[in-house]
């Protein structure tokens, strides 16, 4: 806890080390998911491809999504969950239903 106390007057790790510090902790139990699961197939190959649309979009879909679920009564947490998934569905397949337009596809 020392080691990434934020007081500076206290603290006798600079913000570099204590990123380095708190990089080598979080990243490495991901790498087992990443070498095992980063496969590629047509699915996410055609949504790899409209990622920059869904960039474009997304705000949209997520303004809308917190507006219409905003009084189901559900906690925080499960709402955010649902929230979520909904517009990542939503907003990668109206992204690629965009990008088959004719003059779309060559800009998005």
């Known amino acids: 806890m ?12 600079g913000d570099g080390q ?3 510090f708190a990089k080598s902790g979080c990243c490495p139990p991901f790498s087992p998911f990443r ?3 980063n496969r590629s197939n047509a699915l996410t190959a055609r949504f790899s491809k409209s990622a920059y649309t869904v960039y474009i979009l997304h ?3 997520v303004v809308t999504a917190t507006g219409l679920l905003k009084d189901v ?12 998934s909904v517009v990542l569905i939503v907003a990668f397949t109206c992204a690629n239903l965009i990008r088959q337009a004719p003059l779309l596809n060559k800009v998005l």
Do not use: D, H, I, Y
């Not at 020392?2 to 790790?13: C, D, E, I, K, R």
């Open 2 to 13: 020392f080691l990434l106390s934020g007081n500076p007057a206290t603290s006798q790790v």
């Open 18 to 20: 204590r990123a380095r």
């Open 35 to 37: 070498e095992r699961l």
């Open 59 to 61: 705000p949209f879909f």
């Open 73 to 84: 009564p559900l906690p925080p947490l499960p709402l955010a969950v649902l929230a979520c």
